[in-house]
């Protein structure tokens, strides 16, 4: 199995800055690509941003993109995700995700592993 925890959401002014983390447990991730997608109350839930575990490749929704930064933190086993310039569109429960690497990694099918959630608040 594979363990993964949010932490980080909390409410923050618009324009404002949060920083979310994923602690990734269980085994390697040395294949995997990990990803956030949030879920705002009566929407589906919808792709952020992903990143190989192993390497440099990143992508990102639209809408966030240019404001948020999905990186690795190589000595805690963490998949962060730095969201810059919040709008209060932003609001939602971030989830993170995790799934072998293949192609067509932004549907959220391709994800096996989810963690609980985190809150993100973004008031105007």
């Known amino acids: 199995q594979v363990q993964l925890v949010e932490s980080g959401g909390g409410l923050v002014q618009a324009g404002g800055s949060l920083r979310l983390s994923c602690a990734a447990s269980?085994?390697?991730?040395?294949?995997?690509?990990m990803a956030w997608f949030r879920q705002a109350p009566g929407k589906e839930r919808e792709f952020v941003a992903r990143?190989?575990?192993?390497?440099?490749?990143?992508y990102y929704a639209d809408s966030v993109k240019g404001r948020f930064t999905i990186a690795r933190d190589y000595a805690k086993n963490t998949v962060i995700l730095q969201m810059n310039s919040l709008k209060p569109e932003d609001t939602a429960v971030y989830y993170c995700?995790?799934?072998?690497?293949?192609?067509?990694?932004?549907?959220?099918?391709?994800?096996?592993?989810w963690g609980q959630g985190t809150q993100v608040t973004v008031s105007s």
């Open positions: 269980g085994r390697t991730f040395s294949s995997y690509t």
């Open positions: 995700a995790a799934g072998p690497s293949t192609q067509s990694m932004g549907d959220i099918g391709r994800y096996t592993w």
């Open positions: 990143i190989r575990w192993s390497g440099a490749s990143t």
